[in-house]
């Protein structure tokens, strides 16, 4: 059997999923699609593929089951709950998830796979909405050069890069890693051009000038551009990036280390989804250096950021709420007449859930009902 007769099920056809098992659909594999929302995997079934009605139904058939899909609990129930992938899939399948999720958890699926006769490896990938729809996103795989034998040429549909980092769970550390590095190059990136807007600087000519240097990152590059054009629309979700940033902090937590770029950037985006970001693209990070007239053209509002008056980390008292007196990350005033100081030193409570501080002295509140915990250093308290 050649690889161009595998057949494929692909679980998860949003932003990224539905590029890439175009790309699969275009290299003439057979393929079955499922995603919650229909109309999402629609396209891809008016070009050829076949639509499931369950992930159970997508599997059955299939040589290789690709999912991606939002956060861990997601991954979790979809492969190990009763009627699972593990159960619908058939002996010999290959099961392959591109979600960035948890590593402990990619070890779990990949050892009921081997017990059951399957194979299952971590493969998330990085480089965008835009790297999906070009083709030319980097694997990132929890597995070994020889076990991914049988899917190589399958997995070059959608990818120009892959590296293979040996063992279940790998490649979502090292994705986990490669987020971190974006965590903190996309703090540079808004306070760079913060900072150059108040200097009175051109802004394109700071970019282009900080691109020939050392300053240069992906985020300067690729996600600074769509920022300066107000182009909020997401490659890359703010929810699911807390997502990614959470569980590193949760594994440095438990490694016992500190990573104190991520957990700014944690903080920084923690308050972008409370005022209401949680589906803009992350380049809405400089959102929060803006005058509230630009972050409420683009859907946000700070009056849902509120709580009690609090001593925070940093010594000062923050009371945040109408007619308050706090400061934004450089001094801009949001709200009626309202002063607030944030990104070192600000308490969060949106939704329910457990309350705890952060390693800056932030106090974090989270209900998103992810799943998801902050990875600072207290959880669920």
């Known amino acids: 059997m050649t690889d161009k007769k595998l057949k494929v099920a692909f679980i998860g056809t949003g932003i990224m999923g539905a590029p890439i098992a175009g790309h699969i659909l275009d290299a ?7 995603n919650r929302t229909q109309a999402k995997a629609q396209p891809l079934v008016d070009r050829g593929a076949e639509l499931a009605a369950t992930p159970a139904e997508a599997a059955a058939g299939a040589d290789v089951v690709f999912t991606m899909v939002g956060y861990p609990e997601d991954v979790e129930e979809l492969y190990l ?5 593990l159960t619908a899939s058939k002996p010999g399948a290959i099961l392959i998830d591109l979600t960035t999720s948890s590593p402990s958890l990619a070890r779990d699926i990949a050892g009921a796979a081997a017990v059951s006769e399957r194979t299952a490896f971590d493969c998330p990938v990085t480089g965008g909405q835009a790297g999906a729809i070009a083709g030319t996103l980097t694997a990132i ?3 070994t050069e020889h076990d991914i034998e049988p899917v190589r040429e399958l997995l070059g549909t959608f990818t120009s890069r892959i590296f293979c980092f040996g063992g279940a769970g790998k490649g979502q550390a090292a994705k986990l890693a490669n987020q971190v590095s ?8 808004a306070d760079a051009l913060s900072y150059a807007q108040q200097a009175g600087l051109d802004l394109e000519l700071t970019r282009d000038m900080i691109l ?3 300053g240069k990152s992906g985020a300067m590059e690729q996600l600074a551009p769509k920022a300066l054009e107000g ?3 997401p490659g890359f979700m703010v929810k699911h990036f807390i997502k990614d940033i959470g569980l590193a902090l949760q594994e440095a937590e438990e490694y016992e280390i500190a990573l104190p770029g991520a957990d700014t950037a944690y903080a ?7 005022i209401g970001g949680a589906e803009l693209g992350t380049q809405a990070i400089t959102l929060l250096y803006a005058e509230e007239a630009d972050a409420a053209a683009a859907g946000l509002d700070w009056s849902r950021y509120t709580q009690e008056q609090d ?3 940093c010594g000062h008292d923050h009371e945040h709420g109408h007619g308050e007196e706090h400061e934004c990350c450089h001094g801009h005033g949001h709200g009626d007449g309202d002063d607030h100081e944030c990104c070192h030193g600000h308490g969060h409570e949106h939704g329910d859930g457990g309350d705890h501080e952060c390693c800056h002295g932030e106090g974090h509140h989270h209900g998103h009902g992810d799943g998801h915990e902050c990875g600072c250093r207290h959880h669920g308290e």
Do not use: N
Not at 28 to 34: D, Q, R, S
């Open 28 to 34: 003439g594999y057979p393929l079955t699609v499922y």
């Open 182 to 189: 974006l965590a903190a190059s996309m703090v540079g990136m």
């Open 268 to 274: 920084l985006y923690d308050m972008l989804d409370a």
């Open 231 to 233: 182009d909020w629309k």
């Open 311 to 313: 001593e925070c980390g």
């Open 81 to 85: 709950a009763s009627d699972g992938l």
């Open 212 to 214: 020939t240097g050392t």
């Open 141 to 143: 795989i929890g597995a």
